[in-house]
């Protein structure tokens, strides 16, 4: 009797919070990959090295030293030596990790495949929608033009909303005490304490 196949879940946001943009495409890194597969990082570029004629450079690339380090900087992964890699991630676009689930051969890949392309798509349909979003708000300020102050400020509130937000200022830590002294130059409470005593 064959044994039934493993059905594997892989949640979708979970896929799409690991879409990066590297070198204008969309890829998942390959230790990303390893982990949705199953599999270890080491064997999964093993398989890809097997088969390097199904991974053009539209399917694949490795990081730049640059490009690692700004990854490592970013998402805090460590170095190279006790834990780190020693060799730049790949990163694999749609079209490579469509191929991967052929060259890992196994039921999990497939269903992991399915739900990555799944992922891309639904990550395209987002996209889409805001750009249509924002040509459609051009067009309308575009056609309101200065005439009317109230639609006017609508359209700032939803501009504010289509626009990253901006990041907050640090703030100041610590506290500053200054007393102007009778010769309008600054003098600390001590010192005008000391004033007041004599």
């Known amino acids: 009797m064959s044994a039934k196949p493993e059905t594997v879940t892989v949640p979708m946001e979970r896929v799409v919070r690991q879409i990066q943009l590297f070198r204008g495409h969309r890829v998942l890194l390959d230790s990303d990959l390893a982990c949705l597969y199953g599999v270890t990082t080491g064997n999964l570029n093993k398989a890809v090295k ?98 009317d102050d109230q639609i006017q400020g609508i359209l700032e509130v939803i501009r504010q909303l289509l626009a990253p937000p901006a990041p907050k200022p640090g703030r100041e830590i610590g506290f500053h005490v200054r007393d102007e002294g009778a010769s309008g130059g600054v003098r600390d409470r001590g010192e005008k304490a000391r004033s007041q005593m004599t």
């Open 50 to 147: 097997r088969n390097l004629g199904r991974f053009p450079e539209d399917f694949m690339f490795q990081l730049t030293s640059e490009e690692a380090a700004n990854l490592r900087f970013q998402s805090g992964i460590s170095s190279s030596g006790y834990g780190g890699r020693r060799y730049s991630p790949y990163a694999f676009t749609e079209q490579g990790v469509a191929m991967l689930s052929s060259v890992l051969d196994s039921e999990r890949a497939v269903q992991v495949n399915i739900a990555i392309m799944r992922a891309f798509v639904k990550l395209r349909e987002v996209l889409a929608t805001n750009r249509q979003l924002a040509h459609k708000f051009a067009e309308l300020e575009k056609r309101v033009g200065g005439h």
